[in-house]
């Protein structure tokens, strides 16, 4: 009798050996120690020994269940630390593994003159507004003082979508939209945005380009606050020591007109004035359209020509590379 129950033991210590999951480990435990397992079933055998045996016998019984439990016992917990180390060598981190290699994007050159020009304007107490890329002719050149038949018209070749819209030839409708908006108070503000004409296309024109407009509008503005404020928006971009000229110009909707001229120095050592803008005083009839008085109130405007400003900045000799997205032109302008 006890060698068939050391023989259980021993069976039961060689099956559980090779066992790598719990569920074959309780599978070995329910042939074993379960209800109608090979050691339960030998248990009533007690019943039929002589008095004097049971006690051996519950002995043998005993210590093959202890012993079967706790062989059990350690196969289960080896087999629940191989599932831990497993699933941490899954889960670990390797730190020295290089990281992800992100591309850092770049700003384009004429969003960075954009930002400066906002940077300088709010500075100076402006503020920043915004008008259609679709414009009704009634703002881009009615209220401009620019006639259905002015001559100054044909500066503007443009792009009509119906009868009385078409995409704007620059941004100095914002102009009158803001003194309408405005109801007779006083107007600080800049307008940049994106303008068409029909230009052809080559290294120094474009259908699309950007401007940037300027409009004040109060009591006694004088011609020396817009030469003020022009002088120092050109030493904001380009240097302190930066000089500008007034040439007297013709805009229908400025009287006085003038364009604006930035000093440059070429590499030879040269001095050379770039022109950069038309500025002036608010014409008296663009002031009456736009609801003011022109006896009590007047004021200065100016349209600046972003790519200008850009290529001066940046050195780009072709306007068509603002716009080709040519990421090696692009990813120059990182950092900035
Ligand atoms: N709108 C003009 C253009 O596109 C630029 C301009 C000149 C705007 C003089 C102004 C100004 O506000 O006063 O050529």
Not at 98 to 105: C, D, I, L, R, S
Not at 301 to 316: D, M, N, S
Request: glycine share 8%.
């Amino acid at each position: 009798m006890k060698e068939k129950i050391e023989a259980l033991v021993s069976q039961l210590e060689a099956e559980i050996k090779d066992t790598n999951s719990l569920d074959q480990i309780e599978a070995i435990r329910v042939k074993y120690l379960g209800k109608s397992g090979e050691l339960t079933q030998m248990m009533p055998l007690i019943k039929t020994l002589p008095n004097e045996e049971k006690p051996t016998f519950g002995k043998w019984i005993n210590d093959a269940k202890v012993a079967m439990e706790s062989m059990i016992t350690n196969a289960k917990n080896e087999v629940l630390a191989k599932e831990l180390d497993f699933k941490l060598a899954k889960e670990s981190i390797d730190v020295t593994l290089p990281g992800y290699q992100f591309k850092q994007a770049s700003i384009h050159p004429l969003s960075l003159v954009i930002e400066d020009l906002e940077d300088y304007f709010i500075g100076q107490g402006f503020n920043v507004a915004e008008g259609p890329e679709l414009e009704q002719d009634l703002y881009n050149f009615e209220m401009m003082n620019l006639a259905k038949g002015h001559p100054a018209r044909e500066m503007h070749d443009s792009f009509y979508v119906t009868e009385t819209e078409l995409m704007r030839t620059h941004t100095s409708p914002v102009q009158a939209r803001f003194m309408l908006q405005a109801a007779g108070n006083p107007i600080a503000i800049i307008s940049p945005g994106k303008t068409y004409r029909r230009d052809p296309d080559d290294a120094t024109h474009s259908h699309q380009f950007m401007q940037c407009e300027g409009l004040v509008v109060g009591e006694n503005i004088s011609f020396a606050n817009l030469k003020a404020v022009l002088l120092g928006m050109a030493r904001h971009l380009f240097g302190e020591a930066r000089e500008i000229r007034l040439r007297p110009s013709y805009f229908p909707f400025t009287e006085p007109s003038v364009e604006v001229d930035v000093m440059f120095t070429k590499k030879d050592g040269s001095k050379r004035w770039i022109e950069v803008l038309g500025a002036g005083m608010v014409h008296p009839n663009v002031l009456k359209m736009g609801g003011y008085n022109p006896e009590v109130m007047n004021g200065f405007a100016f349209g600046i020509g972003v790519e200008r400003i850009a290529i001066l900045k940046y050195g780009i000799d072709d306007i068509r590379n603002f716009y080709t997205n040519d990421r090696r032109f692009l990813n120059q302008f990182k950092g900035e």
